[in-house]
C-alpha cells in the first residue's frame, strides 16, 4: 500500500515554485522585448524549458516517482531529439 | 472484505506514458513551426506582432495558476482535506473556463480582421505570415481542445470527490487528471514565448 501512494506534498512547496514560475514567466517576456538577434530564440526556449522542469519534477510529482517515470522521459526526449535532428538534418542541408 | 487488484503506479505510469505520446503529438507542431521560422524568419516576425501579447500573458497566468489550484488540491485530497480538494477542483474548471473565453474574445478580433485560415485577406499577406496563423490555429485550438478535455475531466473527478468516490485513501483518479492538466500548461509554456514573443 504506502509505495503506491506519495507523502503529501507541502502546500508551501507549492506555492514556492508557482512564483518561481510567474517570475520566469515574467524574464521570458522582458528579454523578448529586447533584440538579442538569434539568441532571442534560444532564451526563448531556455527558460521554458526550466519552467517545464519545475512543472514535471514538482507538480507532476516526478520527483517522487520510481527510476522508471525517469526513464520513460528521458526515452521520449531522446525519441525527439532524433525527430528534431533527422528534420533540421534534412531541411538544412537541401 | 473483497479481494480486488489494485495498482496505483501502474495506474500513474499509463497516464505518463500517453502523455509521453501527448508531447509528440504536440511536437510534429512544434517542428513544422521551427522549420517554417527557419525558412520565413522576418515574416514570422511581423505575423507574431500582429497577436495581442496581453491575451497571451493573461492566459499564462491563468494556466500557471490553475497547475498550482490542481496540485494543491492532489495535496489536500492526500492529506484528507476534502472541502479544500473540492473548492481547489473547481477553481481549476473556473480557470479553464476564464481561459477559454479570452482564446474566444482573442480568436473574434483576429478573425474580425481577416486573419483566419483559409481567409483571402490572410493569403495576400504573403505564404510565410499566411503558414504562421495556419499553424497558430491548429497549434493553439489543439491547445483549447485539451484545455477544454482536461477541465472535463476535473470537474468529474470533483463530482466523484463530493460523492465519496475519490477518497484520501483512493485518489489515482484526481492524480491523472492532474497530470493531463499539467500537460496542458506545460504546452502553453512553449506556445506562449514561441508564437506571442518572437521580436
Redesign the interface.
Known sequence: MS?????????RT??L??VA??VL?AI??AV????LGAL??WV??G??SI??SL??F????LRQ??K??KI??M??LS??AI??GL??FD??YR | MSIEH????GD??GM??FL?TE??LF?GLF?LY??S??NYPEQFSQASHKLN?YFG?VN??VL??S??TI??A??AI??GRIKQTLILCWITVGLAIVFLINKYFEWSAEIGHGIYPGSEQLAEMGAGITVFFNLYYFTAGLHGLHVLIGATLIGVVAVMTAKGKVTSDRYVLL?NS??YW?LV??VW??L???YY???
Not at chain 2, 489494485?6 to 503506479?9: A, Q
Open positions: 509505495e503506491h501512494t506519495h507523502e503529501p506534498v507541502p502546500y507549492f506555492i515554485i508557482w514560475l510567474l514567466t521570458t517576456i523578448s522585448r529586447v533584440d532571442n530564440i526563448a526556449l527558460v521554458a519552467k517545464s512543472v514535471i514538482v507538480f507532476m510529482h516517482e520510481s522508471l517515470f520513460g522521459l526515452v521520449m525519441i525527439l525527430f528534431i528534420t533540421f531541411v538544412l | 489494485r495498482d496505483d503506479t500513474r505510469f505518463w506514458l509521453y508531447v509528440i511536437s517542428i521551427a522549420v521560422l527557419a501579447i500573458t499564462t497566468l500557471l495558476t497547475s498550482l496540485a494543491l492532489v495535496s492526500q492529506m492524480e492532474a497530470l499539467h500548461d506545460l509554456i512553449f506562449f514565448p514561441l514573443l518572437i521580436l
